[in-house]
């Protein structure tokens, strides 16, 4: 489950007019609210997330590098998502009963990325790219290796660790002059997963978020598949 995607929120300038460099430190609670993931069902949890940003200054203003670690853990279920991701023992094994208590799970994950951001009027528009590495384990991944040994197979995303690239894009609008009422965002990300030869998937969630010019934050993401991952923290600049 390490590689179950997590907001992971990029925030604009505190000012779109500042040309200088700047440092943002933030720190994220996340709520894990998923109906469905990929052979999973009814997933919840939380965890958080640490983040630092980078926007440099003058000439280079519109450059920004950033990094973020987070940690999250919650329970689950077996199920089958679609059907050719199911072979037909495991199917059968759902169909009587399987197992119908609920496992748990952890997951590590850490992201580079680097990009770029514009501020035109009271308007901002970004786009980054990098590299995301995560790790995961517990009950769940435990019992999925004990229904392997058995020969029950059945498709997953990762090993328990693994690196996947990650491409994001936001819009969004300071609310009053330089953002004096803060800001609203909507990104997008893009992450492919092509861990082992069990699964190869696009991932495509969209978060919206407010920005307070106090430093808080929250909002919520939308998953491609079917969940939401709701966050809130505190952001501070330097």
């Known amino acids: 489950m ?57 000439i280079a203003s519109p450059l920004f590098i950033s990094t973020h670690v987070g940690g999250f853990g919650g329970k689950l279920n077996f199920a089958c998502d679609k059907k050719e991701n199911c072979a037909d023992d495991y ?9 119908e208590k609920s496992h748990s799970f952890w997951a590590l ?11 035109p009027f009271n308007v901002f528009l970004g786009f980054g790219g990098g590299m995301r590495a995560f790790q995961g384990g517990g009950d769940f991944d435990d019992r999925r290796s004990e229904l392997e040994d058995n020969q029950m197979h059945v498709k997953n995303y990762d090993d328990g660790y693994g690196f996947s690239p990650v491409v994001s894009l936001w819009l969004g609008s300071y609310i009053g002059q330089n953002g004096k009422y803060g800001g609203l965002s909507f990104q997008f990300d893009w992450t492919k997963e092509d ?44």
């Open 109 to 119: 994950q850490e992201q580079l990325t680097v990009g770029a951001e514009f501020h």
């Open 195 to 238: 861990i082992n030869d069990e699964a190869n998937t696009t991932y495509i969630p969209i978060t919206f978020s407010y920005f307070h010019p106090t430093g808080f934050r929250g909002g919520v993401t939308l998953a491609s598949l079917k969940g939401a991952e709701v966050f809130i923290g505190k952001t501070f600049s330097f």
């Open 2 to 58: 390490g590689s179950l995607p997590t907001p992971i929120v990029h925030q604009a300038r505190s000012a779109p007019d500042s040309k200088q460099a700047e440092f943002q430190l933030s720190v994220d609670g996340v709520g894990l609210l998923h109906e469905s993931w990929f052979n999973t069902d009814q997933i919840y949890g939380g965890g958080g997330i640490v983040g630092g940003s980078f926007h440099f200054g003058g």
């Open 91 to 99: 199917s059968y094994w759902l169909s009587n009963g399987g197992d």
